[in-house]
């Protein structure tokens, strides 16, 4: 299991952009498939993006599906997000998830279930 932390959150008006990142403990960083979810609050938390250990197919949420990018650096153990064309609703705090490649599957990817690693998440705020 891994220890992950986010940054980059912050304050941007709407149409702007922002890259949020996510720092991982360990030396196993490259096993694990990435990603993010957030929640808005008194809504459901949600899934934003993975991208399996290998990068390769990503996946994203249709809400989010060319605006928003999941890439990796493994030499770093860091998982970035960046973020264009925000709109109000995404606001929401973000959190960094990791998935053992032994549990990952792209047809789960959108699902909690495979993530064992949950960060503590950064707040990200839109204003219209």
């Known amino acids: 299991q891994v220890q992950l932390v986010e940054s980059g959150g912050g304050l941007v008006q709407a149409g702007g952009s922002l890259r949020i990142s996510c720092a991982a403990s360990?030396?196993?960083?490259?096993?694990?498939?990435m990603g993010w979810f957030r929640q808005a609050p008194g809504k459901e938390r949600e899934f934003v993006a993975a991208i399996p250990w290998s990068g390769g197919s990503t996946v994203y949420a249709d809400s989010v599906k060319g605006r928003f990018t999941i890439s990796r650096d493994n030499a770093k153990n860091t998982v970035y997000l960046q973020m264009n064309s925000l709109k109000p609703e995404d606001t929401a705090v973000y959190y960094c998830v990791a998935a053992h490649f032994t549990a990952w599957r792209s047809s789960l990817a959108k699902s909690s279930n495979p993530y064992n690693s949950w960060g503590q998440g950064t707040q990200v705020t839109v204003s219209s």
């Open positions: 360990g030396r196993t960083f490259s096993s694990y498939a």
